[in-house]
Nanobody, 123 residues
Framework: QVQLVESGGGLVQAGGSLRLSCAASGRTFSPNVMGWFRQAPGKEREFVAAIRWSGGITYYKDSVKGRFTISRDNAKNTVYLQMNSLKPEDTAVYYC????????????????WGQGTQVTVAS
């Protein structure tokens, strides 16, 4: 069983930065893809970014391109989300996920999920 634990959320002013981390533990960890999703109050969970564990190809939601950067440290089984120029509309609970079913990277149909970390951007 794989466990994902997010950290790094918090309260930040608009224009500020945060870095989220997601550490994986459990059985031998070798995901195909790791992703970040977010869910704002009253809204559906949405894709934010993803990275292929082998090769490092990245994918982003259009509204975060140029502001967010996803990266991974294979040796530490950890994926990161560097968030810069944060906006109030980025406020949400951010979830880490691993292994999208059928390689449907942009859909929230991953096999493993973290518990989420709150990001609040004040205007």
């Amino acid at each position: 069983q794989v466990q994902l634990v997010e950290s790094g959320g918090g309260l930040v002013q608009a224009g500020g930065s945060l870095r989220l981390s997601c550490a994986a533990s459990g059985r031998t960890f070798s995901p195909n893809v790791m992703g970040w999703f977010r869910q704002a109050p009253g809204k559906e969970r949405e894709f934010v970014a993803a990275i292929r564990w082998s090769g490092g190809i990245t994918y982003y939601k259009d509204s975060v391109k140029g502001r967010f950067t996803i990266s991974r440290d294979n040796a530490k089984n950890t994926v990161y989300l560097q968030m810069n120029s944060l906006k109030p509309e980025d406020t949400a609970v951010y979830y880490c996920a691993a292994d999208p079913r059928g390689w449907r990277i942009f859909r929230d149909e991953y096999d493993y999920w973290g518990q989420g970390t709150q990001v609040t951007v004040a205007s």
